[in-house]
């Protein structure tokens, strides 16, 4: 049954690892997928998921299935942790989640949860996360773009958003990156998001908050998830997926929550009771270890301090690499101006290079980074930070 199966292609961003796998070049540096690498190079785990670690393997804890939302607890510090303890629409249980495999399975039981109810368009910032597309396309809605990258001028066109989102149809859904935008590192400012609150409101449209990288844009996970609280405050009925990746540096655990904000509770409960349709004959239910992980530290005052710290010391450093790679840019000759680096937030520096001076990157200097000139500043160390901008100099003159 298998003679007509071909190949298929490497993922562009995952498939840059086996590539670099493959090389056997001594100095070559990869700055490709987005994972946060200590001072020295190395995966990170926190300190506090170390203890959390520590308390769970003395807990005695049984193995059996989680409910096909997940971990309950977990749900709920987890949407504490994203719309604020504060929030008045949580405390009136208008908000309501399930547990998802992280980022990317919480996107996908929502695509395909919108599709089996109606949904036909859903609209992308140009250019977004690398999968986005491939997700949605797959959950059977039509994927389109809406403008908010000006690359000339390595800023946000906010105007160009604007109207987009201005011509979408009422009904559509709108996927905004809560903060930290991959690849490009430009968010909206505040009053900007503001605006964007009130255009998107009289456009009846369906807004999606993707927040994969709470804590990373300002090193504060609070004010992180600034825009999102905006938003329900402005009694937008909106729909997030949380990835604990990043924050929390549990990237192989697979750890998410997708939310809804109904009118009442018992709506957000309607609309969750369809996320578990989609769920059960998916995957039916999610693992609970890196769930318990995140529930030990965010029960604990005291270890959620220690979280806290902890993430925006991988926020420091890596806003310190950002200076430390343009400076290195400059030393090494370049005349170009690289203010956009230490300008962008985030995990990605979108450098400008174009698709060929990338390969030539590659097959020249043994620097991998993404086909679109992304360049993961959490790759980026004291020690590799003049060889990386060497390279770039060099295919970018
Ligand atoms: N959304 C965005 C914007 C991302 O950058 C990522 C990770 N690169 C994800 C979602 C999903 O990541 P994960 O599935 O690891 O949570």
Partial sequence: PWSFFEMAPLDPIIGLNEQFQKDDYPSKVIVGVGAYRD??????????????????????????????????????????????????????????????????GGLRVFGEMMKKHGSTTLYLPNPSWGNHKNIFTNSGLEVKNYR????????????????????????????LHACAHNPTGMDPTLEQWKELSSVIKEQDLVTFFDCAYQGFA???????????????????????????????????????????????????????????????????????????????????????????????????????????????????????DWSHITDQIGMFAYSGLSNEQVLEMRAKHHVYCTGDGRISMAGVTSDNVDYIANAIHDVAK
Avoid: W
């Fill in 148 to 175: 908010y990258y000006d690359a000339d001028n390595s800023s946000l066109d906010f105007e160009g958003m604007v109207h987009d989102i201005k011509s979408m149809p009422a009904g559509s859904i709108v996927l």
């Fill in 218 to 336: 300002s090193g504060d996970a609070s004010k992180d998830a600034a825009a999102i609280r905006m938003f329900v405050e402005d009694g937008h009925l909106i729909s997030m997926v949380q990835s604990f990746s990043k924050n929390f540096g549990l990237y192989g655990q697979r750890v998410g929550a997708l939310s809804v904000v109904g009118r009442d509770a018992e709506e957000a409960k309607k609309v969750v009771s369809q996320m578990k349709t989609v769920i059960r004959p998916m995957y039916s239910n999610p693992p609970r270890h890196g769930a318990r992980l995140v529930t030990t530290i965010l029960e604990d005052p005291q270890l959620t301090a220690e979280f806290r710290e902890e993430c925006k010391g991988m926020a420091d450093r890596i806003n310190t690499m950002r200076g430390a790679l343009k400076d290195s840019l400059e030393s090494a000759g370049s005349t170009r």
């Fill in 39 to 104: 001072e020295k190079g190395k995966p990170f785990v926190l300190p506090s998921v170390r203890k959390a670690e520590k308390i769970l393997a003395e807990g005695g804890l049984d193995m059996e299935y989680a409910g096909i939302a997940g971990e309950p607890r977990f749900v709920d510090l987890a949407l504490e942790f994203a719309y604020g303890e504060d929030s008045a629409a949580l405390k009136e249980g208008r908000i309501q989640g399930v547990q998802a495999l992280s980022g990317t």
